[in-house]
């Protein structure tokens, strides 16, 4: 018997419009280092590969901005290790504060699991934060694996991370989707011979949709799309 189909989902930017909250723990961080403050969209360039990534970007972007107004090169007030903890303990009790699930999410999961998919989420974000979003809202139990970044020995655009989702969701890559709308969940896909359907609600580049088997519009379309990439 051949395995159940598959649709794995991104978290930022393909299930959840989290940038509010990225943005504002970037901030706060940033506001105890006395650095300047960054705007939600200039966040929003800087999210998919990572909290440590997240950091490094938005420091180097404050940092940078403080060069201009004083005419001094700036350099890391505090260690990158130092930025991703007091990161992530902002982040993870409130990650759900001003996020929201985009239009359709959960009608859209609940109609694939309805149609026999297993889902998994496979997210750069660290598991434990990914599990407690997924509980804020209550769709914990319509997946069948959360693949953090923290989960393998390799994350997205490794394809590791997303064979290893695949399998402890009991499926197999030839009879698995992914949803994303960044460059790693693009480049995950094609390195594990997996369709990528570009979520175009997201944060990524409108031109990575030329890289996808097909974009899709709103998350109510998944449900569509994916049968027809896939049928039973």
């Given at each position: 018997?051949?395995?159940?189909r598959?649709?794995?989902?991104?978290?930022?930017?393909?299930?959840?419009?989290?940038?509010?909250?990225?943005?504002?723990?970037?901030?706060?961080?940033?506001?105890?280092?006395?650095?300047?403050?960054?705007?939600?969209?200039?966040?929003?360039?800087?999210?998919?590969?990572?909290?440590?990534a997240?950091?490094?970007?938005?420091?180097?972007?404050?940092?940078?901005?403080?060069?201009?107004?004083?005419?001094?090169?700036?350099?890391?007030?505090?260690?990158?290790?130092?930025?991703?903890?007091?990161?992530?303990?902002?982040?993870?009790?409130?990650?759900?504060?001003?996020?929201?699930?985009?239009?359709?999410?959960?009608?859209?999961?609940?109609?694939?699991?309805?149609?026999?998919?297993?889902?998994?989420?496979?997210?750069?974000?660290?598991?434990?934060?990914?599990?407690?979003?997924?509980?804020?809202?209550?769709?914990?139990?319509?997946?069948?694996?959360?693949?953090?970044?923290?989960?393998?020995?390799?994350?997205?655009?490794?394809?590791?991370?997303?064979?290893?989702?695949?399998?402890?969701?009991?499926?197999?890559?030839?009879?698995?989707?992914?949803?994303?709308?960044?460059?790693?969940?693009?480049?995950?896909?094609?390195?594990?011979?997996?369709?990528?359907?570009?979520?175009?609600?997201?944060?990524?580049?409108?031109?990575?949709?030329?890289?996808?088997?097909?974009?899709?519009?709103?998350?109510?379309d998944?449900?569509?799309?994916?049968?027809?990439?896939?049928?039973?």
């Amino acid at each position: 018997m051949s395995a159940l189909r598959l649709a794995v989902f991104d978290m930022d930017g393909t299930l959840l419009d989290s940038l509010p909250d990225l943005a504002e723990c970037c901030c706060e961080i940033l506001a105890q280092c006395g650095l300047p403050l960054l705007s939600d969209m200039q966040v929003r360039s800087m999210v998919g590969n990572g909290v440590q990534a997240l950091v490094e970007r938005a420091f180097r972007a404050s940092l940078d901005k403080k060069a201009e107004e004083s005419g001094k090169a700036q350099a890391m007030p505090i260690s990158t290790e130092e930025a991703v903890s007091r990161f992530m303990a902002a982040y993870t009790p409130r990650a759900t504060r001003l996020s929201r699930l985009f239009p359709g999410t959960e009608d859209a999961l609940r109609t694939l699991r309805a149609q026999g998919w297993l889902l998994a989420v496979c997210t750069n974000k660290p598991e434990k934060a990914a599990r407690r979003i997924l509980s804020d809202f209550r769709l914990e139990d319509l997946f069948a694996a959360v693949g953090g970044g923290d989960s393998f020995a390799a994350r997205k655009p490794d394809a590791r991370h997303l064979l290893g989702t695949i399998a402890q969701a009991g499926s197999a890559p030839e009879r698995s989707v992914m949803v994303g709308d960044m460059p790693p969940d693009c480049l995950a896909a094609q390195a594990a011979s997996c369709p990528f359907v570009f979520a175009g609600w997201g944060y990524g580049a409108p031109e990575l949709a030329d890289k996808a088997v097909v974009k899709a519009a709103a998350m109510q379309d998944i449900p569509t799309l994916l049968a027809r990439i896939m049928p039973v």
